[in-house]
Every structure is written in structure tokens, then in C-alpha cells.
């Protein structure tokens, strides 16, 4: 820690300068703070979004991607949509509206192919 520096006045008196020890508040400081914060949420913010557009927990439940299986095995768009709603029924939270739509486009399938 330094010391207060010493200042005489006109009339000879000695007088410390206890200032010159502190550094001067910032009156901003409050603000930036704030700024930080927001610019920190916003991060995560967008990192939450990109997770749930990338990378969404209900395709990932289990050691491999849906996504990655579906292109593995060659399906197409129907068959892809099968998969993807029966995979993530039970972890998306509508169960019986998910294999509804998975219904959907097997029926979609089994038309076509009788045709």
C-alpha cells in the first residue's frame, strides 16, 4: 500500500492527500457490470437455442443421432419420419401425438407401395 503524498499550503501548513491512495470510483462501473451480464446471458442464451436446433435431447437419447441413423441406413424422407417420430415419442413429451404422426407417414408408405 503507498503512502497519502504530502502537500504544504501557502502558509507553510503540511496537509495529506488521502485520494491519491484510492483509485477514483467509476461512476459507469454499475453499468458495465449490467453490460457484462446481458452480453453473458445473451451468450448462453444463444448457445441454449443452438443446442436445442443442433443437437435437441429428444433426438439424443440414446449412443447415436437419429439424424446419423437415418442417413446411415439410406432412408428417404418418408421413412426418415417414421423413425425420427417413434425415436422421439417418449422423450418429447406428447407420446401418443408423436406415433400418431409416425402412423401418418407409415400409412403415407404402405399407399404408395400398393399402388
Known sequence: MGYA???RDENGGLYYNHKSL???PDPFEGVKQFDNIKTDMSQHDQLNKLSKVNHPKHYNSGKIEVIDA???WG????????VKYVTR???????INDLKK?????????????K
Open 5 to 7: 503524498k504530502e502537500y
Open 102 to 114: 409416425a402412423r401418418w407417414y407409415l400409412d403415407y408408405r404402405i399407399k404408395n407401395l400398393e
Open 70 to 72: 437415418i442417413e446411415d
Open 22 to 24: 484510492y483509485k477514483e
Open 89 to 95: 415419442a417418449k422423450h418429447k413429451g406428447d407420446e
Open 75 to 82: 432412408l428417404d424422407f418418408i421413412e426418415g419420419n417414421v
